[in-house]
């Protein structure tokens, strides 16, 4: 049987549907004896800490500790590491200035943490948090990002001269210069990529235990990758061995990327449990969340296209100031360099590309990797500024990037910077993409809109991704801390039952049911009886975890690598109890067979035969189990086509988005189902920052003026249309499992696609660009601009 391309129901969502998954609140609700932590965050952006009265907060009911930064200093705590340094052009390091784990001399941020109190209830904790005095002498603070690096900005970080983290680039400036200035037409934009928080549905959540007799501590957070987290709190923050620490990463109510790093709050429940010889749990509040979360995207930007008579693109000038928020998040330097940087042109035929970004920092929360990491930011700058391109020329959108696109006669391609794209078939997307949308019948759509009084338009974004993470030579060469290779075990009992233990981790995404049907593919057996495990330091060997949408294409591929192993020795215990070549024997649905001897033997009979080792052959040994690390040859690049159409009132400025079509190729699909689901919720999350999510900050005061989903609008079921999704498939050649990955496709191009379909509506009023997130406001705001550009 065939269980590759089966829309197979998740299997775990037999838990999660019914209530009995286990998330970290689940694991604190069981615990014997579990304090709360309550974390005391800064109320100013910008503020000298002169004193820190705790006396009459120790003194209040339930409270068990309470500690500062200076308690940490003192017991030899280090700071939050920054994993991926990024140097300037001219080789000078990038500032990193310390991030503490608790302030001490000064709050940069609103949400900074500045003490931690440990009480036997959460209640209990929060009273006393009340009676902590904190005397602040406030400072001037800077969250306007475009005024960021001013001569005259406030410094985020007193003494550092400026507030530039590093200024980098890719490309050769002079010629590009040069090439627009010899163009025929040249397109210029300034636009902004809007600051956006991940919400997931579960809130960050850690758990830390310690056991004195052994001198151990155990961490349950939620988190995406456990491994690397133990690392960072051995090597960075805790400073022990890291032997003697447990991660363990339980069921993850969404991750998004937002759950990756190491946060202040791993280290302050593990430091509590030591001091108070309990287990301490901390889960953030949402209001919390908004403050204590690191962010992501928020780009100023100004691009150039230059283009000849016929259309074709000649040079592409891009420079970005990116913000860092306050201190550097694990991966934040990296995501606007080299996720952000190299990706362009995308999948344009274009050579002559030069990047700048210039990293800032800002009293504002950190800004780190989201769903797309980088990749959703350099598509919208494409997609938008080749939508302007058409408009300046007068040329069909569709047709202006079919004139560009890279051929299928010209793949392998290499990209003028990091990539080589292996496989593809660009034009089909977009051709596909073009017929499916009926584009004939826009025109009376549009017809029908204008009668009802409403304005429709339609947008079209493509992309291409850089996808599975690795190889790891490549990444440690740009700067990244680790490798990014995946391991995969897999396990057989005597009675034949399968055991994966996985590097990789779910967040959401469908992994137990996707892998179990890799395993199954290989062994026919069913989905159903292979156990997959994952999010344990204890249980798995060192993994990478989740993110990048690498874990079919890494994680898979090393699952693969090991299932075929312990086929591969089965195959040869098979050959002698059937007295055959192993080549001989084969392994259909379960059963081994060697069809010269007309004999069979159940997988189970094989496996049990593997734990009986009485006349094995010769260097056989016992046992069924085996490890494959698989660190991959070259990034995977999904890519696609998607289109969006869009109603707007133009009395309000309210849009409707009223189509979303998909048209994408991920190579070899495992589960369609699964894959579709990928592409609903990331179409959410696109929608969602093109017209209605937005972080706003008070310019005076640093407040964050959206702390909560009161002014932080989230997309709701009312918000988003249903997906249209249409797939087809060119096997990746860099893997075993053919994969390209799928997870962030909809969150790359949803954003573009739903701008250009606002901006194509509003054309004839005079509109040429609205930036995101395109709110009522923002749409009425630029209506009433160009309609009265020439009047009062």
Known sequence: MNWIGKPLRRKEDQRFITGAGTYVADVAAHLYGTARLHVVRSPQASAAIRSIDIDRARQQPGVLDIFTGADLDAAGIGTLPCAWPVDSSDGTPMAAPAHPVLATERVIHVGDPVVAVVAETLADAEAAADLIEIDYETGASQTDLRTSLAADAPLVHAGSGSNLCYDWSLGDPGKVDALLAGSAHVVELDLIQNRVNASPMETRGTIGLYERGRDEYTLFTSNQNPHPIRVMLSASTLKIPEERIRVISPDVGGGFGMKIYHYNEEVLVLFAARRIGRPVCWIATRSEAFLADTYARDHATRVRLGLDADGRFTALQVDTIANMGAYLSTFAPAIPTFFYGNPFPGPYALRDVHVRVRAA????TPVDAYRGAGRPETTYVLERIVDMAADKLGMDPFELRAKNLIQPEQIPYR?????????????????TAREIADLPGFSQRRKSSEAAGRRRGLGVAFYMEACGMGPSEMLIEQGCGGGQYEVAVVRVSPTGGITVLTGSHTHGQGHETAFAQLVAEETGLDPADIEIVHGDTARVPYGIGTYGSRSLAVGGSALIGSTRKVVGKMKRIAAHMLECEPEDVELHDGVFSAPPRNRTLTFAEVAGRAYAPAGYPDRLEPGLEETTYFDPEAF??????????????????????????????????VNPMIVEGQIHGGAAQGIGQACLEGCRYDPESGQLLTGSFTDYAMPRAS???AIEFHSFETVCTTNPVGAKGCGEAAAIAGPAAAINAICNALNDLGVRHVDMPATPQAVWDAIRAATHADGP
Do not use: Q
Not at 361 to 364: A, V
Not at 645 to 663: F, N
């Open 636 to 669: 995977t690049f999904p890519y696609g086509c998607h289109m969006v159409e869009v109603e707007i009132d133009p009395d309000t400025g309210s849009v409707r988005v009223d189509r979303y079509l998909a048209v994408d190729d991920f190579g070899r699909i």
């Open 415 to 431: 990209t003028p910077f990091l990539w080589t794209y292996d496989s593809g078939d660009l034009p089909k997307a977009l051709s």
């Open 361 to 364: 920092f800002t009293n504002t």
């Open 719 to 721: 918000d988003v249309p």
